[in-house]
T-cell receptor, first 111, second 111 residues
Framework: KQEVTQIPAALSVPEGENLVLNCSFTDSAIYNLQWFRQDPGKGLTSLLLIQSSQREQTSGRLNASLDKSSGRSTLYIAASQPGDSATYLCALNTGFQKLVFGTGTRLLVSP | NAGVTQTPKFQVLKTGQSMTLQCAQDMNHEYMSWYRQDPGMGLRLIHYSVGAGITDQGEVPNGYNVSRSTTEDFPLRLLSAAPSQTSVYFC??????????FGPGTRLTVL
């Protein structure tokens, strides 16, 4: 059974810092990996999607990498802002678009 | 495009009552799915569909029924609500192995 772990569970940083969120998984047989953002009481917003054959994806200040051989993905956030405060979730597509989620990293960026 | 819509936003039920959570998408997506989100458990897959007329069970299907008579709609039925079904329910849709889009969620409380 695929298991997904996100470390750290919570992170507090001052504005402007660069930071890395980690996602590890136990089964490398995945179709893709997706990073989401969730604001309190809201739905999920997709940030980046990395297909199984890709190594990384970039969007603005966000960069996500995927290393299937080691079962790891990282989400890099450059020059963090208070508006980046949210919970970040990684999810693995195990086939038929079925997602297995990690429990998330709760990020707080202080002004 | 409205994207993925869910109704109702909030619902309170008594134990034993039945209800249907509605989900609709206007993006002509073939894949649709239902997840529940519980504190400390993350999001878990309830049921999913790979196209009209085709559904299958996810990780936590007990107590829930689904059907997919059209591409656009994917309702989730609670047959006899139990307090253990108190949760936030999210519907998602996607095309192929592309980005998955989530609805705003339904907060359900079963007393």
């Amino acid at each position: 059974k695929q298991e997904v772990t996100q470390i750290p569970a919570a992170l507090s940083v001052p504005e402007g810092e660069n930071l890395v969120l980690n996602c590890s998984f136990t089964d490398s047989a995945i179709y893709n990996l997706q990073w989401f953002r969730q604001d309190p009481g809201k739905g999920l917003t997709s940030l980046l999607l990395i297909q199984s054959s890709q190594r990384e994806q970039t969007s603005g200040r966000l960069n996500a990498s995927l290393d299937k051989s080691s079962g790891r993905s990282t989400l890099y956030i450059a020059a963090s802002q208070p508006g980046d405060s949210a919970t970040y979730l990684c999810a693995l597509n195990t086939g038929f678009q079925k997602l297995v989620f990690g429990t998330g990293t709760r990020l707080l960026v202080s002004p | 495009n409205a994207g993925v819509t869910q109704t109702p936003k909030f619902q309170v039920l008594k134990t034993g009552q039945s209800m249907t959570l509605q989900c609709a998408q206007d993006m002509n997506h073939e894949y649709m799915s239902w997840y529940r989100q519980d504190p400390g458990m993350g999001l878990r897959l309830i049921h999913y569909s790979v196209g009209a007329g085709i559904t299958d069970q996810g990780e936590v299907p007990n107590g829930y029924n689904v059907s997919r008579s059209t591409t656009e709609d994917f309702p989730l039925r609670l047959l006899s609500a139990a307090p253990s079904q108190t949760s936030v329910y999210f519907c998602a849709s996607s095309y192929g192995t592309d980005t998955q889009y989530f609805g705003p969620g339904t907060r359900l409380t079963v007393l």
